[in-house]
């Protein structure tokens, strides 16, 4: 029976819940957190450029989700023996050229508001950005040298893209420039990003191993990439500490502390050497969690500033 066949006969319903399994909800929001960070440590967040930088951002990743699907799918990446959610394409639920096409359909809509962004706000840097952002989404698993498999450059972009550029690149089309605190945020927001990829990288060694696809992780080896992972998550909570301590975040952004008890069980799944594969796979969501924790804590804290500010409360925050 063909994938066309199987998807013939599905309910709206059930057709709806396997695109939206493909778009990895989990972490969507390593894509929408740095957004609203982003906006509030301008000082200066607008509804409209922040809702635009927020579908940009959700719809390069979902694109980049689907695209990861597909062209791992095809190249055979993604087996049987994996053992993480099931994939669209892998495993035949729905037609390959209708992931693809999908995919391509999320990274027009990323392109076209992001081209409104640009014209609205005059950062033109950002058509750049944008462009090398777009192009990145697809040759993580696609082109003829996917850089998924290269090691650093993967957990590097994923730094770049849904740390730095996500969480600046808001800040600028508010207007007002790029304050330091927002360097500091992005920071945050990026190390817990890539944790989330190391997360999963750490579940699909073995498999990753066997395909022939040198992740970083698998460069690393167990034992090394473990401890990166702790290394990450312990950075990410406490980089807005370190930016208070420098003059460049509010004190009120230590109530991102409060987000310290979302590292036990990470910390716990990831110390146990003897949990490998399957029993690695609460370890995504878990990080997800922390990195959404995190990153809600510190735009909250932010907005308190923003709406203190001009009053005599705005002085004690800092």
Do not use: K
Not at 148 to 165: I, N, S
Not at 234 to 241: E, N
Request: proline share 5%; glycine share 12%; charged share 10%.
């Amino acid at each position: 029976m063909t994938s066309t066949t199987l998807a013939g006969r599905r309910g709206p319903g059930e057709v709806a819940r396997l695109w939206l399994a493909g778009a990895r909800p989990r972490t969507l929001g390593v894509g929408a957190v740095p957004v609203l960070v982003g906006a509030v440590a301008s000082l200066h967040p607008r509804a409209l450029p922040t809702a635009g930088a927020l579908l940009v951002a959700v719809a390069v990743q979902v694109g980049a989700n689907l695209a990861n699907d597909y062209f791992d799918g095809r190249r055979g990446v993604d087996t049987a023996a994996r053992v993480g959610p099931r994939r669209l394409t892998a495993s035949g639920l729905v037609r390959p050229g209708a992931v693809l096409a999908a995919s391509l359909a999320c990274l027009a809509v990323a392109a076209g508001v992001g081209l409104w962004l640009v014209l609205a706000t005059g950062q033109v840097w950002l058509l750049i950005a944008g462009g090398i952002a777009l192009a990145a989404a697809l040759l993580y698993t696609g082109g003829p040298r996917p850089y998924a498999a290269t090691g650093v450059v993967a957990d590097l972009a994923v730094f770049a893209f849904f740390g730095l550029m996500a969480t600046l690149g808001t800040a600028a089309v508010q207007g007002h420039g790029v304050p330091a605190g927002a360097w500091w945020a992005a920071a945050a927001v990026g190390f817990l990003a890539v944790a989330v990829l190391v997360a999963n990288n750490l579940r699909d060694l073995a498999t990753d191993r066997d395909a022939g696809r040198h992740t970083l992780v698998v460069r690393l080896g167990d034992r090394r990439a473990r401890t990166f992972y702790v290394a990450l998550i312990v950075a990410g909570v406490l980089t807005p500490d370190l930016g208070v301590l420098a003059g460049q975040l509010p004190l009120l952004a230590l109530v991102s502390l409060l987000a310290a008890p979302a590292l036990v069980s990470p910390l716990r799944i990831s110390a146990d050497r003897r949990r490998e594969g399957r029993a690695l796979v609460p370890l995504l969501p878990l990080t997800a969690r922390l990195h959404l924790a995190l990153g809600g804590l510190l735009a909250a804290a932010l907005l308190v500033v923003v709406l203190a500010a001009g009053s005599p409360l705005a002085r004690s925050l800092w």
